[in-house]
């Protein structure tokens, strides 16, 4: 500016403080659009804290759902939580691991393994209602599983699988060929390789991946409502063939209940069911952080 | 011996870790089977309903006929009166399947969610690729894609319980409903800004660094350089963000079912109830529907018209971001 002015042209010194004058406001936008982000995130963390909060106790985890808001709890949803996503993950991430394993190491590259790409990324692109459809048309009806633990988890594995895939994929191929060319060096067999050097080293990437692809079924409403809708479920699933209910389903029939009071305990629900997905969160970074190996 | 055991092992692992390789087609043969069966089965329902012995077998079938007699007969009608008819009341004695009400809900929520979304999501991302420091971005970042994270029954209960109530008192008065496209909209809006500020930094930031100094060289401000050299190079990967952004949007759930409302309207006035195809779905799911009903088949095929919706979205921004990537290769 300075530069300018020395030169004498005070219209272009004036227009120059006009266009830095601008700037100076766009970047001002541009935090302000950032800090709107966090804004709102601090908002919302605060509301629904302030509603919850008188109704978080130990009733609210050891009691069952209760026409009255003083005695409703979400001990049957908390079980029925653990129950699908413990089944699903047990159901759905070998699974991911393995086809991510074939992914990186055997397909052969070309056009299966490019329409096998395109197809997870379009997977992962599905609305998650669809998946509600699939398992009310697939597992509840058409194999007759009824509304049950089952059905529900396999219909949150599908949803889930594209996404474990992916990061699991990601994982393996971080890992250098090196290593690899070193253990076939020794002789070992395509699957030795993997078995003993590959999976590994990539099983922290991979531990990420599926914890967060966990939390995110966790936290997953819409597919379920359609498999367990049920308003009312005042006891604990026996089998993988009972009715169950989950955290976030019994939130959506707690606000969706006229009376106030409701809301309320559906924010304490709420607070109980971003506790675990925060400790899920934690969990995933504490591995990354603690195994994050740089080649 | 063994080398022959061995590789016999060998093979059949692979041929294992094939099949779950595979499994993924599976999954995509069978969602796209069951909504296919189903949608088929829905417009289906005139012809079947000409047949008096399955009438008479099938409650459905004979209350579909009833309310419906202009129908019985006339598939062709269904299916004209599906794609083009304002008035879907399924639910109801009086029998109508116009989806437009729900395409436009759709389609209005979303695009408030978008209006919210872009312009923020831009700005963030221009603030996080072209003006903060590094320390600031990597701490930025992760807070920002948190809200990604967050559960949608949560912003749900949010748009509902405080976000319109808010506008109620401060804004629009009694003239905006209990349950409307625009608390829905906004709050889906900011779930989706991370989807349009994540993707788009990661554009503009692949943009080389020479094209810069080649600005700052002819004089241009920061501002400049950032909205007349790095927006238009990255223009192609920031409208596939939109995009995929979009389609987020518009089978999102939770959020529109329990702050939009459930009343398919043939409206485009944000403040008045509205209902999605995903809020139509999880209405259905409530009650109990039986299998094979009207009602039954009526889930898939408006399932079926989001599918395609968001597939059409979905494979359109992978083609864009393809055709980008190789242009600084």
Redesign the interface.
Known sequence: MSVVAAVGDDALAARLRR??H??RL??A??????L???L??A??LV??VR?GAPYVRPELVTNFPSRFPDRAGYLSALVGTVYVAGLMAVLTFP??I??A???V???PRGRLST??Q??????A??????????G???FV??LRMGKSVMAGALTLG?LV??MA?IASREAIASVPYSMREAAYALGA???QVIRHHVLPYAMPGILTGTILSL??AV????PL??LG?L?YVPFLPDSVWDFFTVL?IQ??NY??LPQPEF?RV??AG?IL??AI?LTL?AAAIWLRNRSQVRW | MTRKK?RV??RL??S???V??????L??L??VG??L??TVAFFRLPIEATNPEIVSRRADLQRFAEARPDLVGRPLALVREFFTETTWSPLFSNKRFGILPLVAGTVLTSLIALLVAV??????A???S???SARTRAR?KP??E??A??????????A???VTPLLQDYVFGQAMAGQNALSAGLVMG?MI??LV?SLSEDVMRAVPVDLRHGAYALGA????V??RVVLPAALSGIAAACI?AL??A?????IV??AAGQTPNWTFNPLETVSTI?AF??QV??GDTP?GSVEYRT??AV?MV??LM??AM??VS?RIVRRFQEVYL
């Open positions: 266009r830095q601008v700037a766009f970047v936008s541009c935090q302000a659009a950032t709107f982000g966090l709102f995130l908002v919302l509301d629904v509603a699974v991911a393995a086809a394993v074939y992914l190491e055997y397909a329409l096998l395109i197809n997870i990324a379009n997977l692109g599905v609305p998650s209602i669809i998946y509600g459809l699939l009310l048309g697939l009806e058409f599908l699988l594209p895939m067999t395509r699957w939390s995110r936290g997953e409403t819409a409502i359609m809708a308003q976030p939130i959506f606000v969706s809301r559906a924010a709420i069911l971003l997905l969160n | 061995r092992g060998e692992i692979e294992g870790l094939a779950c390789g595979l499994w993924s087609i999954i995509t069978s969602i069951v909504l069966f189903e312009p923020i999501g831009l700005l963030a221009t603030y996080l072209e003006f903060a930025v807070v920002l948190i809200l994270g967050v559960p949608t029954i949560v912003y749900g209960y949010f509902l319980t405080f900011v800004l991370p500020a401000t920061r501002m400049e950032a909205v995929l389609s987020r518009v089978g999102e759930t939770m079912a329990l995903t779905i999880v799911s409530l299998y889930l898939f399932g989001l599918f968001t597939l979905n494979i992978y």
